[in-house]
């Protein structure tokens, strides 16, 4: 599943209006698809299929609508993947998270679904004093890659992923670092925590709820 941008921090009620009405759009354009394949599927394969020959019955015009209801169709799964991406990630970040937490639940196994768990994460932003541009000479961040032994992030820019991966590492283990060493720039990078909802062993679960 496609994974869009992460939303901003909870909203409650807001978010969770936001995710019904996605719901309902993506209800709709299920049942527009539906009916276009049960259109076809009437039309086109015989009562006794596979054993039957698949016949064309349609006529030039009809099969005209047919291609341009298939057009519609693909524009409508589209939508829909984009649409599902983000209710995915208003469930996970704006939503699931926040009734877990109110309800005092760390770990939930969902019969059907799997266990269902929190897990911090982090947002990152560069911070660029004025007049400096990514990548050039004067972008301190380079420099401070190099001093900490993580060069191997840059490339002709950050690889803001595996920069991420990095400072989230130093993060939860600050132990770890040079002794007066901080986790990451504070002047040069804006870190933002979040917690998000986390599914593993689908399917496997029996109804018990931990806190």
């Known amino acids: 599943m496609k994974k869009s941008t992460t939303p901003p921090a909870p909203k409650s009620a807001q978010d969770f209006e936001s995710a019904l ?30 054993q039957g020959p698949v016949k064309n019955t349609l006529t030039i015009p009809e099969l005209a609508e047919l291609q341009a209801k298939l057009d519609d169709m693909h524009d409508a799964v589209e939508k829909t993947s984009t649409m599902a991406g ?18 005092d639940v760390e770990k939930i196994a969902v019969t059907g679904v799997g266990t269902v768990y929190l897990q911090d994460d982090i947002r990152i932003k560069r911070l660029l004093p004025q007049g400096v541009e990514e990548g050039s000479k ?21 690889n803001f992923s595996t920069l991420k991966a990095m400072i989230k590492r130093r993060i939860q283990s600050p132990d770890k670092l040079p002794k007066g060493q901080l986790p990451y720039p504070k ?21 018990s709820v931990q806190k």
């Open 86 to 103: 983000s209710l995915y990630d208003t469930v996970r970040v704006s939503i699931l998270p926040l009734v877990m937490q109110e309800q």
């Open 21 to 50: 009405e996605l719901i309902r759009q993506v209800s709709d354009l299920n049942k527009s698809m539906q009916n276009t394949i049960d259109t076809i599927w009437k039309r086109v394969v015989p009562p006794d299929y596979p």
């Open 138 to 158: 004067d972008d301190a961040l380079f420099d401070w890659l190099d001093a900490v032994g993580a060069g191997d992030v840059i490339k002709s820019t950050v």
């Open 187 to 207: 002047e040069l990078i804006e870190v933002t925590p979040f917690t998000r909802s986390q599914i593993t062993g689908r399917a496997k679960a029996e109804a």
